[in-house]
């Protein structure tokens, strides 16, 4: 049985039982004024955290959600977009789009505001999206795509980008793991399925989108999600897993190559009320500028003794140079 089977057989059963342990996510649920969530929802929130950010939801957008789980997320996405077919769920487990669609049941009847219509659930595979292309503002998926091998990665995320807008946005909740894996690990297929074991490195997974052509990548934030111990994994060290959130927009890619905000900060301290690079950028006297790390890199090889530059926090939340 390929690792594809067996993940759909996992979340077949998670559809049909609610497993509130099967992929605990670290973020607090948001919550909306006149927003009610369903208790089944909650125990159906399958994700490493949250992909549903305010910000990015202006306008009434049109939005994508891949691996639907109980639902929580495109009933969160759909405060933000109250229009008939406004939030399109994808999901290839007919049980999980068979439980979503009782949860919206429920929903409806938890909220004034809310009608199931707003949500268009639609049988589907991540590697071959039934959505036309350039059609969605935002697109997002909560812990599923570490559970691809690098080629299904690739053509997930080439399918995300098809088939956003310009300027589109792709928002994702995935783990991560720095240490390397064994064999064993990552081709255990079960603990692929339940987002353990498909972990990758941070830079290897930002690189991958930007492979594929997103210009802008934020990271806005990375938590502490899961360890790998000796007694009840096969392998013979520790292994630390994150949970981080990116943000992917399909910005043009400009020509010196992406820019990646990781959390660098730049401050000018100087003598002068501002200091200007030259290239576009203006730090105002001992006002914090979020840069992008390219230009992290540019500023800190001007070796200037009235310039800082912040580590890396891992935590973006727009406003920066770029």
């Given amino acids: 049985m390929s690792y594809l089977e067996i993940t759909k057989d996992v979340y077949k059963e998670a559809a049909l039982t609610p497993n509130v342990g099967l992929c605990c996510t670290t973020t607090p649920i948001w919550q909306f004024p006149g927003l009610s969530i369903p208790s089944r929802m909650q125990e159906m929130n399958y994700g490493c955290g949250s992909t549903v950010h305010p910000r990015d939801l202006v306008n009434n957008p049109k939005i994508l ?81 570490n559970i691809f091998k690098m080629e299904e990665l690739k053509k997930a995320l080439q399918e995300m980008y098809r088939i956003l807008k310009p300027q589109g946005r792709l928002v994702m909740s995935d783990p991560t793991c720095e240490q390397p894996m064994n064999d064993r690990l990552r081709n255990d297929e079960r603990l692929r399925a339940l987002c353990l074991s498909g972990s990758i490195p941070l830079n290897d997974y930002v690189k991958m989108l930007t492979d594929v052509g997103f210009g802008t990548i934020e990271v806005r934030a990375k938590r502490p999600y899961r360890i790998l111990d000796p007694t009840h994994f096969p392998t013979e060290e520790m292994i630390y897993i994150e949970s981080v959130e990116v943000c992917a927009i399909k910005d043009p890619m400009p020509e010196d190559g992406p820019c990646v905000f990781t959390g660098k900060t730049a401050i000018y301290f100087g003598e002068d009320q501002f200091f200007d690079d030259k290239k576009g950028h203006i730090l105002l006297q001992n006002q914090p500028l979020a840069v992008c790390d390219k230009t992290a890199k540019a500023l800190l090889d001007l070796n200037r003794k009235d310039l800082f530059l912040s580590a890396s926090t891992f935590h973006y939340d727009g406003g920066g140079c770029c």
């Avoid at 929580?72 to 669609?101: H, P, T, W």
């Avoid at 949860?103 to 039934?130: H, I, M, R, T």
């Avoid at 036309?132 to 997002?140: H, K, L, M």
């Fill in 65 to 145: 959600y891949v691996g639907v789980g109980g639902g929580m997320e495109l009933l969160q996405f759909s405060y933000f977009s109250r229009q008939k077919n406004g939030v399109i769920g994808i999901d290839v487990v007919d049980e999980m789009l068979i439980a979503c669609q009782e949860n919206f049941k429920e929903a409806e009847a938890q909220n004034e505001w809310f009608q199931k219509e707003f949500v268009s659930l639609k049988k589907g595979d991540a590697l071959q999206l039934p959505v036309a292309e350039n059609s969605i503002d935002v697109a997002a998926q909560n812990c599923l795509f």
